[in-house]
C-alpha cells in the first residue's frame, strides 16, 4: 500500500501539469463554450490510460465514458468536465482559465469543479496499474458535459444505456475534507429547482420623474420575491415543506448540528438585476426585472412540485405579471448508510487521510445522483479531494495539492480493495 | 411676428445639423466623458451668436456662461450640455452618438435633452436677432454640465455669481407639451433624493449548496427594499410624507387628476443587481448585493430629512448591514403662478402652439431649480420642445422637428415681448 502513495507523491507535479492543460480549457456549459474540446481532451487523458473510450452524443454535449479492467463486478466513477462561469472575472488573483501554482495549490476555473476531481482519480488509477498491474473488475468512467446546468440530459442517456452503466457501486464527483481536515463520506445530495423569474411592465425605460404614474418591473419583482421568505428564512411557498424526511430517519449515526441543517431545504437568490447598475447616477424606471432563484430540495421534495407550488403561490398573492421559466431541476438523492462501499469508503478514508470519516447523509449541493439511485439502483458514495475554502463556483477556485494526494491516496486504496 | 415664425422655419435644417453634430458628443456626466468638448462646442455655439462668453471653473465640470443684450432688465436661460447614460445599448435603433434624423424627428442621447432645447432657443435667439436687430434686455444664459448627476457644484456657483446671475425671470431647461399637443407652461420641480443602498454578507460569492448556512446580501436588500413600500405605492418610512403641501393651496386654477398626482412623492428603484445575471445558471450565495433609489420630493420635503429618516427606519428594522450612500439631492421648487412671465409665457404659447397652455404648477422631473428661487428670488417657468413620448433618459431619445419649431416660435414671441 505505501507503493501506490509512493507513487502518487513522486507522479503530482505531471498530474498537475496534466490538470493545468485540462482547467485552460474555458468549458463553461452555461455558455456553450469549447465544450466539444474539453470532451477531446478528456477522452485522450482516459485512452492515454487504457481504458476503452467511446463519446456518447445526447441532446446537448457528448458524455465521455471509458471502461477498463475485467471481471463480473463494475465500480462506476462519476465526473463532469463542464465548469462554472468565471465571473465576476475582476475578482480573480490570476485569470480563471490561466491555471496558475502558488501557495501548494493550483488556481484556475475548474481546478477542483470537477477537473480536479478527475485527475486525482487518473493519479489514483495510475498508481493502482503501475503497483498492481491489472483490475479484478472493471472501472467504468462516466464525465459529462452538463453538470452545471443541471444535467437536462442524462437521465434520458442513463435509461437508454442502463446495461452498459450498471455498477456494484458508484464513486461520486465531489467530496474531501471538513474544515477541520476530516474526510468526509457522502451517502446523499439535495435536489435543485433553479428558475428565473422576470416582470416586463414597460415598453422600454422611462424617467423616473413618471413614477408616481408609471407601474415598476423592478418593485414588483421586489415585493413577488419577499413573498417568498421571511426574515427567519421560513420559505412561504404552501405546502413547500410537504415530504421533507426527518433526518433521524435516514443516518445510522446521531446528526450533528452542521449536518441537519442541511436537511433544511433553502431558497436562494443566485442574481438579480434591473435598470441602472453601473457607476453614477440614472434616474428611470427600469422596463423589466429579472432574478434567478435556486431552491435546494431535500428527500423527498420533488422539484416539479416545488415549481407548481411557486406559480400557484405568485398567482395567489396577485403576482400574475411575474414570469418564471424553470432553468434546471433535479430531484433530491440519499443511499443506504448500510451498504459496503459506505464501509470500504471509510476503511480507506482513515488510512488515507489519517482521520476517521465523518458519514454525512446529504450534502447541501445538488447533482444527478437521483437517476443513479433511482435507475440503476446502485449505491452512492460520495469522497474526493476538496475542502470547504475550495471556492468552488467562485473566484479564486484552487485544489491543495495535499488533498489532491490524499484524495487520490483514499481511492486508490478503495481500487485496491474492492 | 410671421418673419420670426418663418426665419425659424427656414433655418430649421441648418439647426437640426448643428443639433447633430453637438449630439455626437458623448457628454456622459456619470461617466465625466467629453464633457470638456462639449463645454467648448457649446461655447463656439453662443460666440457665433454674438455672446459675450466664459467658462466659469466648478469643482467638478464647467459652466458655459454667456450675455447678450443691452439694457436694465435681463432674462436667464438655464439649460444643460450633459446627458444621461445611454445604456441599454442594444435597444437602440440607430447608436445614441450617432444622430439619425427620420420619420421627421432626430434620434440621440440629448436630442431632446437638454441638447435639442439648447438648440430650439439659439433657433429662436437667431430669429429675433435676424427680425428685430437687437434685444432691449440682457439675455443670460447658463449651460451646466452636471445637471444630469444632480447638479453638485451648482449652488456654490450661484452663491458666489449672484449679481451676475440675477435676473427678473428665469427660462427653465426642459417643457413642450402633452400627449395632445397641448404646451405646458411649468412652474415647479420635484426634489430628488438619490441613494445607493448596499449589503456585503459575504467576503466572496459561494457556493449555494450552503445556504442554508451563510448569509445573503441579496435576501438581506430585497426585504430591506420591501420594507421602505407597499404595494398601494405608499411610502413606509415613518415621517417621510411630513411638510408635503396641499396642491389646492399653490394654483390658482383646478388641478386635474393627473396633476395632482405629482404632489404625491415617489420612491423608485432606478437599478439593481446582485450575483450572476447572465444566461442560463449559475448557483451562487452573492457575496454583495446593490441597488439605487431615487426620491422624488414634492414642496416642502427636504432631501437631507429623508436621508435621515431613511437611515433611522432602516436601523430601527434591524438593517444596519445595509450601507447607503446619498449621491444626488435636489430640493423641490416652485414658482408663484401670478408672476409676469407666466403670463407672457402663456400668451406666446398660445400664439406659438395654437391652443391654450396648461399651467402646470409642479413637474414630475427634479432640477436644481431651487436654487434659483431661493438664492435669486427670481420667477421661473419652464417650456421647451418635447412631448411624452420623448424618450428622455431611455433608448431612442429623440425631438419631433415639429415641436422643435414650435418650442422656438414659442420662445421668439416671449424673447419679443419681454
Redesign the interface.
Known sequence: MDALAAHIDQNINARIEELSKLCAIPSV???RDSLKDCAAAVRAMLQLRGFDVRLIETGGQPVVYGELGDGPRSLLLYNHYDV??P??LE?WTTPPFQPSRRDGALYARGAIDDKGEIMSRLAALDAVLAVLKRLPYRVKFLIEGEE???SPNLESLIREHAPLLRADACIWEAGGCDENGRPEIVLGL?G?L?VEMSVRSLE??????????LP?A??RL??A??SL?N?D?RVLIPGFYEGCRCPSLNARQPIED?QS??F?P?????????????????????AE??C?I?F?LVPDQDPEDVAVKLRAHLDRLGFDDVKVVT??RLRPAMSDPGAAIVRLAAQAGKAAWGIEPAIVPL????GPMAFFVELLKMPIVSIGCSYPGA??????EHVRLGDFARGAKHLARIFASF
Open positions: 456549459s452555461a455558455r462554472q462561469p465571473d465576476p475578482l452545471e446546468i443541471g439535495r435543485l433553479y422600454y425605460d422611462a424617467h423616473s420623474g413618471h413614477a408616481h404614474a415598476s423592478a418593485w421586489v415585493w420575491l419577499s421568505k426574515q428564512a452542521l441543517a442541511v433544511s433553502t431558497c436562494n437568490i443566485s442574481g438579480v438585476s434591473a435598470g441602472y447598475t453601473d457607476h453614477g447616477s440614472k434616474t428611470i424606471i427600469p426585472a429579472r434567478k435556486d435546494r432553468l434546471d450534502a447541501g449541493g445538488s471556492r468552488k463556483h467562485a473566484p479564486n
